[in-house]
């Protein structure tokens, strides 16, 4: 299994965090292609992308865009705006020969919640998700769709949705983003059970999961949970998850610890101890 260090715009000066990732014992990097990535990528950190595997032992993969990228909005003209910015990142990946290639579905709408509204963006969805999949298997590389933290595409139902209906189509499941939606959900449920802990994610999904998102998750009872905290700074039970890890078909986990806390970003240190304990529980 390959352990991944995310990579984002506000990681730069490049070569110092390749060489960051090298140095504590990584296996690839998740690149973001957020904007103003890959558009302004220079000369120079093209050529430190193209030299990632010989020079610093690192692998790629690559995050797609997701700020503003409504892919799934039920009029034409922002789906379908957004989807050519997908297809422009998905052909800047190829040059790399990525380990995977993984997208959120966006599609908000105001009037989402009224069962019309919702039943037309799930069907972009499906349309935009197949599209993405068809591009990534002609390109050469696989596609995971991930999670998201909030109810309406953090739900179980939606994610099996897309994979019944899309063959070839991997999950890329984050581990707080369920936490999050599950908290959603309940609120908004009143209380009602469904199955949204992350056994029952484990369970439904197992032999899709391609990649999973690690990361800490401080569970309140009266407010959202926090997430994206390093590892034994949350609630979360990282040898239990560890476990149903095992069983999946997963060959790549990213771990995204951004915070020791709210607004005190993770150290070097806690990325290395990070990665020791979770190679030492899933080798």
Known sequence: ???????????????????????????????????????????????????????????????????????????????????KIYEKCLKFARKFNPLYFNFHQFGYA???????????????????????????????????VENNEDPFFGN??????????????????DVGHVMISRWEIHRRAKGESEKTEIGDWFDLFGGRIL???????????DSRPVDHLVIGKGDLDFEVIAKAIKKTRCKHVLIETYYRERGVFATEEDLKNNLEFCRSLVK
């Open 1 to 83: 299994m390959k352990f991944a260090m995310p990579i984002w715009y506000g990681d730069r000066p490049l070569q110092a965090t390749f060489e960051r990732a090298h140095r504590i014992g990584f296996d690839y990097i998740e690149l973001s292609l957020d904007y103003p990535w890959p558009d302004e990528l220079t000369g120079e950190e093209m050529e430190l992308l193209e030299k990632l595997e010989g020079e610093y032992g690192l692998g790629m993969a690559f995050h797609g865009p997701w700020a503003g990228k409504i892919i799934s909005h039920p009029r034409d003209e922002i789906s379908n705006a957004c989807m």
């Open 110 to 144: 105001a009037t989402r919640d009224f069962e019309e509204i919702k039943r037309r963006i799930w069907g972009r969805a499906l349309e935009t998700t197949r599209a993405i999949a068809d591009l990534g298997r002609r390109n050469g590389f696989p596609i995971t």
């Open 156 to 173: 179980p139902k939606f994610i099996e949705f897309l994979l019944e209906k899309i063959g070839g189509l991997n999950f890329c499941l």
């Open 211 to 221: 990649t999973v998102h690690l990361h800490d998750c401080l569970i309140k009872e």
